[in-house]
């Protein structure tokens, strides 16, 4: 497995280039992966069927120029910025066949954040169907996705370390559809920060993932494919904050 640390200044590169490591893991060009990201800036994420209207606190993302994004994978509405550090694992059903099935792959895959976060100090636990919240209060640190390709899986998830959580109730509505485990509780009381040091959480989940090495950069099979990509642009970015336009799109 290769580790990539890349993070991107824009808010596109930084949800395209999951999807160019899944695309050419697909094609037989690369293999299994794990990267880390953060976002210099603020901008909200719509999953693959999430609703701006329903979501997104539309006045106020406008108002502060905040770039509302949709990514590929499923899962609910994140905001994305510094303080949240995002982990993505390209895994192969062949090589990783925990993966194959989609309920085992999230026990899987945040079996080994929860076991992460265990080895520095922070009691987590697994909340189905891809949460990760505080043991001693359930309050959510990490909300995780996934699109699953033929041959490949990417799973991309979120965790909270430092984060200006009052800015998530600015921008994000309470949402309809809610975890049993989360009641109705308000963003300011569901959403918490980990008391961890996130360059731990690079190296000991690295090392627990089996990395063999590390990429220096973006190759340029890597560039070309997210050139490609950012030419369907508005295929993730609702430009107007009118309408929900991409709602409902096919990959």
Not at 62 to 91: D, E, F, K
Not at 193 to 212: C, F, H, K, W
Not at 236 to 241: E, G, M, N, Q, S
């Amino acid at each position: 497995m290769i580790l990539k640390d890349i993070s991107f200044e824009s808010p596109v590169d930084n949800i395209l280039y999951d999807e160019v490591l899944l695309q050419l893991a697909e094609q037989g060009l690369s293999g299994e992966v794990l990267r880390f990201w953060e976002s210099p800036v603020y901008f909200v994420v719509l999953g693959r069927i999430g609703k701006l209207m329903d979501d997104v606190q539309i006045q106020e993302v406008r108002s502060h120029n905040v770039p509302v994004l949709r990514r590929a994978s499923g899962g609910g509405t994140v905001l994305q910025g510094a303080g949240c550090m995002n982990y993505s694992y390209i895994l192969s059903r062949e090589k990783t066949p925990q993966v194959a099935d989609l309920k085992k792959s999230y026990e899987y895959i945040l079996g080994t954040v929860v076991d992460t976060l265990e080895r520095l100090g922070v009691r987590s636990r697994y909340l189905p169907i891809s949460d990760i919240a505080l043991a001693d209060s359930d309050r959510k640190i990490s909300g995780n996705a996934q699109k699953r390709g033929r041959h490949y899986v990417l799973h991309h998830g979120t965790l909270l370390y430092d984060f200006d959580l009052p800015l998530i109730s600015r921008y994000l509505r309470h949402p309809k559809d809610r975890p049993e485990y989360r009641g109705d509780r308000p963003h300011r009381e569901f959403v918490s920060n980990a008391a961890v040091d996130p360059q731990a959480v690079r190296r000991v989940l690295a090392e627990r993932m089996g990395v063999t090495e590390a990429a220096s950069g973006v190759s340029a099979s890597e560039e070309q494919c997210l050139r490609d990509l950012r030419q369907k642009a508005k295929y993730y970015v609702d430009l107007t904050l009118e309408t929900d336009q991409n709602n409902g799109r096919n990959d």
